[in-house]
């Protein structure tokens, strides 16, 4: 009675999980990996330019426990770099077991190596009964969660990329991702990079601290990032159009190395030949950890987004919701945990029969959940990314008055539309 299983342990899902929780569900979060955070265990950049203020509201809005563990667990704040002003840098070894443990101690049942590969459907075809593992297992619920994210399955990597990158979910050993929506008879959005081609390269990659020199090490851990210039011949302006971190494509960003540091020496570039790196001075001996190809290639993105209401409802089905990456062309862990928490919350307003809440456009979240959903509608949209960090939605954000580092302000905002502390609503006793 009253369950809700979340499909996908990133952030999203995550999210989900804990605002399903505090509104009173059992919860089940299935994980087809054995790590949750998904790529969040390879990313680690927070509260950078609109990100500060949706994780604000976040925390206005009653989905303050994940933000406290970021804050909590980075190594660098008030980080500025080529055209991102205040980042949080959380350490990617450290956020997965805490992650896990305040799951566990919320009472969130957390189940790995966990991969959903079908839905069983009631007789009328719309609703959700249970999930079919691949293990043979069968999960039952009330209402499901689906947050699996757009990365992979290895075929879509060597389809539309460079060959599986061997990234951190590690489809050969644990199995391919399922799209859940499409399972239960629906289709999904797909989007576009430039030239037409379909999905988008991931934007960065992670080299081992150690094997850069003494100087750029000293240089990352004092002050979290480094800018190194590279020579003429390396610099290659194109790789820009391929990066699914458009809030990234700035010109800094193919005529430097951009480092920062989340534990490992984050680069910012969707990857760049090992022989060619090797040439820049302080790389001779520099490796890749993240992805394990990521001289050669990164993998494959968003390929795989339900169509959905600005509630989180998947359209064409009772009693599915999305969130993250499946939600839409978002790029960012904020942007994962502001769809997750939504569609976690209100995964449980269903349960009880209640209308769904949907955010309004005065917050930086309700607007990036109904303008991303908008524009999908269009061919551009497609081609766009929506993230608070950078490019269009940023500039949006500017331009409507949303973009603010003032947290009492922020507070206000959420105040006045009614929803403070809304997520920390027990709906269910
Ligand atoms: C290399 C890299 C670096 C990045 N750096 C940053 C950064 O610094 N800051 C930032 O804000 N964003 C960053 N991003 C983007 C950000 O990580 C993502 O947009 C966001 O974390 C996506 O979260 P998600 O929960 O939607 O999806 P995911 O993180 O992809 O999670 C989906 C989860 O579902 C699981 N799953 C899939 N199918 C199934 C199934 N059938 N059954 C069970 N489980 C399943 C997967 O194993 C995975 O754990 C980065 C992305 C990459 C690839």
Redesign the pocket.
């Known amino acids: 009675m009253n369950q809700v299983v979340v ?8 999210a989900a999980a804990v605002t399903a929780r505090n509104a009173g569900a059992e919860v089940t979060l ?4 054995d ?6 265990n ?5 509260r ?1 330019n609109g ?1 500060y203020t949706a994780a604000e509201e976040n925390i206005a809005l009653g989905a303050d426990e994940i933000f406290a563990l970021t804050d909590r667990l980075s190594r660098h704040v008030n980080v500025d770099f080529p055209g991102h002003a205040h980042a949080s ?1 959380y350490d990617v070894i450290k956020m997965e077991p805490a992650v896990r443990r305040m799951l566990e101690e919320k009472g969130v049942r957390i189940m790995t190596i ?4 079908d839905v069983v459907l009631d007789s009328t075809g719309k609703t959700l009964k249970a999930l079919s ?1 691949a293990d043979g297992r069968t999960v039952e619920g009330d209402v499901f969660v689906e ?6 399955p290895m075929g879509n990597c060597l389809a539309y990329g460079n060959g599986c990158s061997m ?3 590690r489809c050969p050993a ?7 929506t499409q399972k239960a008879g629906l289709v999904d959005i797909i989007g576009r990079r430039k030239g037409g081609a379909f999905g988008a390269f ?5 080299l081992a601290k150690e094997s850069l020199s003494e100087e750029i090490q000293q240089q990352l851990n004092e002050t979290g990032v480094a800018v190194i210039p590279l020579p003429a011949e390396l610099i290659a302006p194109e790789k820009l159009d391929l990066k ?2 458009q809030q990234y494509a700035l010109e800094e960003f193919a005529e430097n190395v951009i480092l ?1 540091d ?1 534990g490992h020496a ?1 680069i910012m570039t969707p990857f760049f030949p090992l022989e060619k790196l090797r040439r820049i001075p302080g790389f001779e001996d520099a490796r890749y950890i ?2 394990y190809a990521g001289g050669k290639g ?2 494959i ?1 968003y390929l795989s987004v339900a169509e959905r209401d600005n509630s989180m409802h998947v359209r064409g089905l009772e009693n599915m919701l999305c ?5 839409g062309l ?7 945990i502001s ?2 928490s939504l569609a976690g919350h209100n995964a449980v307003r269903w349960l009880k029969g209640l209308q769904p809440l949907e955010l309004p456009d005065q917050l930086a979240i309700g607007d990036l959940i109904s303008y991303a959903n908008e524009s999908l509608k269009t061919e551009d949209g497609l081609y766009t990314r929506y ?1 608070f ?1 950078g490019a269009e939605f940023f500039r949006r954000m500017k331009e409507r008055g949303l973009y603010t580092t003032d947290s009492q302000e922020i507070r206000q905002r959420v105040k006045r539309a009614g929803l403070e502390n809304i997520y920390r609503e027990k709906i269910l006793h």
């Open positions: 499909i996908g342990g990133g952030w999203s899902g995550i299935l994980e087809k990996t790590m949750l955070l998904g790529l969040g390879v990313g680690g950049i927070m950078n990100r840098l966990a991969r959903a590969i593992l947050t699996t994210g757009s990365t992979g990234c951190v979910l644990f199995g391919p991702r399922v799209s859940l991931s934007g960065s990659g992670k699914v971190c920062l989340t984050k993240d992805p990164n993998s993105r969130g993250g990456e499946k939600s978002f790029v960012g862990h904020t942007e994962a769809t997750g993230t960090a």
